[in-house]
DNA sequence: TTGTAAGCGTTATCAT
DNA sequence: ATGATAACGCTTACAA
């Protein structure tokens, strides 16, 4: 399987290679003879254009940089195989770079994709990311970007998310309808567009049922599989403790599922538990866990979807906005389960 | 933030490109002074070489590519967080592909990555790759290549993979010792790597412990959610039925265990189940899954590794050989679970 | 010690 | 309709 070149192809047939390279990308002035001629040869000796010199040259390199913070995520992996899925149906490839949640690591990123000249981003921040002149200097450059999930409101760029209000606000109206009245809300970093969301629906979802938000009940961090018991205990040690817990994320889920198991705490008699994960068997979880599932597939397709059509239209100009994907309320109970459309 | 070339800080400077680029790679022949002129002027434009030009010039592109069959997947995001760690270490980028278990995207990922010009592959062979003619053409343009997990006996290169047989013989003669007789296997295509090594690893702990090998208690396939149920019950249905279920991926275990709990087959007292699978809440499931877990994180750092050091020290031979890193089994019983329920 | 020029694979701009 | 040439950013003989 050697790999040839448009020279190869230009000396086997005699011609120059402007005319071999005009032939393959079949422009109009090129006999078509020659172009049968270099088309059967192209074929015959399985001729692909490198990549890297396209590039070079400047034009398409057909791969589009996606970075985000993990791959090893629930989420996040779901999310690149919807990606992953729409590039390759499009032509493009797909390089990945996780940020670790790391701004050093994010800036870096930015600058290879950049300098691997990458057809087009797609993002979502990490945790530590609050400055965004790195993505401006991007669109600067007219490098399309989309971000999506973890996204920031400084930047005029589409934005493809899950509905973060909607799902929280739902969650969280589960739970005072089942007549929970002080809802603890575990959460990550606040300055996080998703965190702030999720605190908003949550809030929302309080106050339009007449309960009171209590800043006290809210914990923000990030937390290691240790750190979510002590805040447990923390929490129900309040002079007036928490009767649900709606968390933020997997891992927030998760510990905090475990804690209230080692305490001996039942779900749903003594405290409810709601979290936002994509976790694919909290139904087989003790208790099942209930949660709001982002549609994390969809979402990595729509906005690979739109960044290649800004990169295939750079003309025109494409209106620019946010996409808000539906969440889905699983409420699962040891006895049934039933599923919430929003 | 602009982006600056060598051409620029040579203008800068008055000097030619090629006295810049020595200086740059610090050659030895070229004055200290000069030397010390273009450092400073390269910091100060924040100078980064277009590693695009770099890779076509032919020398290294600091990039390794991934080929894999899926991200979205325990085992495999664990491992490319791994490979990522060590990348980044050392330097180099990460270039991700997935094969999605296809042969045909297995070879064009091959194709792709060899024209972008990656300093080596990192590959897990997709569930229908038996022929790996693609993968002796990488070897015999002199591009290092490494397999891990899903590997082939035909390729003299080095593997990285998990003690496939330990663990299954493990899980098998724990299965034995805890008095089970009629275990099922149920695993993946006969034809990878890891279900040869695994059932071979269930063989002879059955041999070595006196039970025959019943050939009716094996199934292979790939098993969608809602396959694993009717031949749970074709098994169940045996004239000997078993009495134990030893399963070889994360969907198998995760979809035994349903179709157990859903006919209500009490675990470990009617039936006992093992899963090889990296699921990491696998102590939260009701009952708690016992596991062979494999070390991925570690298994992507090795392989990386190995791989950037045959990059790194092309000139010498380094040696071939098959890493082989233990598995760990976890016995997970639900007495916990019970005290809980009192 | 530094400069000149060729070359990596491709395309765009001029010729012819 | 086709060919010659320059250019993309960088490295590396070869000259000076």
């Not at 800036?107 to 797609?122: C, E, F, H, I, T």
């Not at 600067?140 to 509905?163: I, Q, W």
């Not at 799902?167 to 007549?179: D, M, P, Q, V, Y």
């Amino acid at each position: 399987m050697e790999t040839y070149t448009i020279k190869d192809i230009a000396r086997e047939l005699g011609l120059s290679t402007s005319t071999v390279s005009r032939a393959l990308r079949g422009s109009y002035e090129i006999n078509p003879e020659t172009k049968r001629l270099v088309m059967e040869c192209a074929e015959r000796l399985n001729y692909r254009p490198n990549p890297i010199a396209l590039s070079l040259k400047g034009s398409a390199s057909r791969a589009i940089g996606v970075i985000l913070p993990q791959v090893a995520n629930y989420f996040f992996s779901q999310a690149i195989n919807g990606i992953e899925a729409i590039a390759y149906n499009r032509g493009y490839h797909v390089i990945i770079f996780q940020s670790q949640e790391s701004y050093e690591r994010e800036m870096a990123n930015v600058q290879q994709a950049m300098s691997r000249k990458v057809d087009g981003l797609l993002m979502s921040l990490s945790s530590e990311t609050s400055d965004v002149t790195h993505l401006q200097d991007v669109l600067d450059k007219n490098v399309p970007l989309v971000l999506f999930d973890r996204v920031s409101s400084e930047l005029n760029v589409t934005k493809v998310v899950a509905d973060n209000f909607g799902g929280a606000f739902a969650a969280t109206e589960h739970l005072i309808r089942s007549g929970r009245r002080r809802i603890a809300h575990l959460t990550i970093q606040p300055w996080l567009s998703i965190t702030q969301e999720r605190l908003a629906g949550y809030r929302a979802a309080l106050e339009q049922n007449g309960l009171e938000f209590d800043e006290a009940l809210i914990r923000y961090g990030t937390f290691g599989p240790d750190e979510v018991g002590p805040m447990v205990d923390e929490l129900m040690h309040l002079g007036s403790p928490p009767d649900a817990f709606f968390t933020a994320s997997d891992r927030l889920a998760v510990g905090c599922l475990q804690a209230l198991r080692q305490r001996n705490l039942h779900i749903p008699d003594d405290v409810s538990l709601i979290g936002f994960t994509n976790l694919n068997v909290a139904d087989l979880l003790d208790p099942p866990l209930s949660t709001v599932v982002q549609p994390a597939q969809e979402i990595g397709q729509l906005a690979a979807e739109r960044l290649i059509d800004q990169i295939e239209r750079k003309h025109r100009a494409l209106p620019i906005e946010t996409v808000r994907i539906p969440t889905e309320l699983v409420v699962r109970s040891s006895t049934r389960l039933e599923a919430v459309k929003l």
